[in-house]
């Protein structure tokens, strides 16, 4: 049974299911900033107190992220009903070293694959011979720029840092992508992947209806939200905290222009936590709103998503050490250039 035979007769047409869920998404989006003043408000608090702050913070976040999550994650599930892994890998097939580096970084930032199930459409473009430079500018991109980061970034903080946010993001994942298929490192894969032959094609599936479309959607939302949720409310938490209690003073110097060793060891931190877009981001506000230097913040946000810890295990099962080593570090200098660039050109 489709998901939009489940609604109510009057509105399994998809044209008024989607307007009348728009509807009642915006409703419920213009009332959480009132709705969570008036919560804390009604507590037995002081109204400037750490905890006052920082509950509000939570409050009007929490659900703030998860109905962006839920509008974001609909509309992209209906749209990467195209985007299998089979057709992603065929757009790359055959595509040349440079601009295929474009290609698949662009691919990677609509593409529903987060960094860990990225890994298997890795193998799967090795398989198909796609050039190992183009598949490490997808692996880098797939995580890294995904939907969620954007339009959470482009919601919490303006148009200017989405698009930084997008135009790093794509610079890392090209060059370094590119960077590591100039290496000719194709030696350094296990040798079982090398020795895998091309798949034959699968056969072409017929354009979706927007039943389908509407079913996908509805599917992505249970799934992502699922698996994310409890990560996007620890992140706000996190956020939330920092918000209210952590000093404006010492997360400047810690975090701030002055301090030069600040890039990389927020890239060192972020690497061995897993996490995802959505609970990084509001971690990210809290720190920028407490005085953080924006390409330190930027460059921990992209080392926590993009080299994350369960990613670096599953690739070791198809790069050798060394190559795996290559990755990590072509990666991270991509990262550390970012931040100290924004931060120079900021500052």
């Not at 195209?82 to 580096?101: H, I, V, W």
């Not at 798949?199 to 996908?216: G, K, L, T, V």
């Not at 959505?278 to 709103?289: E, K, R, T, Y």
């Amino acid at each position: 049974m489709h998901a939009i035979d489940r609604l109510p007769p009057a509105t399994r047409h998809p044209g008024v299911a989607l307007t009348l869920g728009a509807a009642l998404w915006a409703l419920g989006y213009a009332a959480l900033d009132p709705l969570s003043r008036a919560i804390v408000g009604a507590l037995p608090l002081e109204p400037q107190s750490r905890l006052a702050v920082s509950l509000q913070f939570f409050l009007y976040d929490a659900p703030k992220v998860l109905m962006l999550l839920v509008a974001v994650v609909f509309v992209m599930g209906m749209v990467n009903l195209s985007f299998t892994p089979e057709r992603t890998r065929a757009l790359l097939a055959g595509k040349k070293e440079g601009f295929g580096n474009v290609l698949a970084a662009l691919l990677g930032t609509v593409t529903p694959f987060c960094s860990c199930s990225a890994v298997p459409l890795f193998i799967g473009f090795v398989q198909a011979g796609i050039p190992l430079g183009v598949t490490f500018s997808f692996l880098v991109a797939a995580p890294m720029i995904n939907e969620v980061a954007l339009v959470l970034l482009f919601a919490l903080f303006g148009w200017k840092i989405g698009l930084l946010y997008l135009a790093l993001g794509l610079v890392v994942a090209i060059g370094s992508g590119w960077l590591l298929g100039r290496m000719k490192l194709e030696a350094w894969l296990e040798d079982w992947v090398r020795d895998l032959r091309a798949a034959p094609p699968s056969p072409a599936r017929a354009a979706p209806s927007w039943a389908e479309r509407i079913d996908a959607g509805v599917a992505a939302v249970l799934q992502i939200l699922g698996r994310v949720w409890l990560y996007v409310l620890a992140g706000i938490a996190v956020g939330a905290a920092i918000h209210g209690y952590v000093p404006q003073d010492f997360m400047a110097s810690l975090m701030g222009n002055e301090a030069w060793w600040s890039v990389p060891v927020a890239v060192l931190v972020g690497v061995p936590i897993y996490t995802n877009a959505a609970g990084m981001v509001p971690v990210v506000q809290a720190l920028l709103a407490k005085g953080a230097a924006l390409g330190t913040a930027l460059a921990f946000m992209m080392s926590v998503i993009g080299l994350s810890l369960p990613e670096m295990i599953i690739l070791r099962k198809v790069l050798k050490p060394r190559l795996l080593a290559a990755f990590v570090g072509v990666v991270a200098g991509g990262i550390l250039l970012v931040g100290y660039a924004f931060n120079a050109v900021l500052g």
